[in-house]
């Protein structure tokens, strides 16, 4: 069975940081994307920034030059380092992983972590 677990929400002030993880835990789910994904109160779901097995990272203009995403070489763990954090950038983030079991195509989600940024 596959479990995405995300981890590190909190309450920050404007211009805090933050880094949020996501364990992936499937000994046969080769995890090829790890992406996070937001969705605040009222508001639709929206990508955030994505990273592949290679590494090469994408981010959402909103977020750009303050998020940086990673992922643990060889495992499948992943990162969001959020900087300079805006109260606009309160909400639920939820790692989304993709990738293979046995040659099929599959992906996952996580239940999410809030994220809350206020003074």
């Known amino acids: 069975q596959v479990q995405v677990v995300e981890s590190g929400g909190d309450l920050v002030q404007p211009g805090g940081s933050l880094r949020l993880s996501c364990v992936v835990s499937a000994s046969r789910f080769r995890v090829y994307a790890m992406n996070w994904h937001r969705q605040a109160p009222g508001k639709q779901r929206e990508l955030v920034a994505g990273i592949t097995t290679h590494g090469y990272p994408e981010y959402a203009d909103f977020v750009k030059g303050r998020f940086a995403i990673s992922r643990d070489s060889g495992e499948n763990t992943g990162h969001l380092q959020m900087n300079d954090l805006k109260p606009e950038d309160t909400a639920i983030y939820y790692c989304?992983?993709?990738?293979?079991?046995?040659?099929?195509?599959?992906?996952?989600w996580g239940q999410g972590t809030q994220v809350t940024v206020s003074s």
């Open positions: 989304h992983a993709g990738g293979t079991i046995g040659g099929a195509m599959v992906d996952y």
